[in-house]
Nanobody, 116 residues
């Protein structure tokens, strides 16, 4: 059974930091590129960050570049999203996503709320 489980969301003040984790099971994790997406209330889903299968390459949305860092630990079947300098516009449900055409797997999401 394929599972992606995101953890680490919560309430944080503007300027604060959070670290999200996504742990995978039920498929060959090292063969999949991984992404973090987010969906804010009333907005379209946004691709936030992507990482290659071996972790050597990452890409970020302009809205988070320089503030967010994505990494992966293939020994633990886990990807991370380190989020710094958070602002209220970062409030959203964050989802991890595994991709190896034609397969796409999604987690259930974790809520991040940035508010004072």
């Amino acid at each position: 059974q394929v599972r992606l489980v995101e953890t680490g969301g919560g309430l944080v003040q503007p300027g604060g930091s959070l670290r999200l984790s996504c742990t995978a099971s039920g498929f060959s994790f090292t063969n999949y590129a991984m992404n973090w997406h987010r969906r804010a209330p009333g907005k379209e889903r946004e691709l936030v960050a992507a990482i290659s299968r071996d972790g050597s390459s990452t890409n970020y949305a302009d809205s988070v570049k320089g503030r967010f860092t994505m990494s992966r630990d293939n020994a633990k079947n886990t990807v991370y999203l380190e989020m710094n300098s958070l602002n209220p516009e970062d409030t959203a449900v964050y989802y991890c996503n595994a991709v190896r055409w034609p397969n796409f797997y999604w987690g259930q999401g974790t809520q991040v709320t940035v508010s004072s």
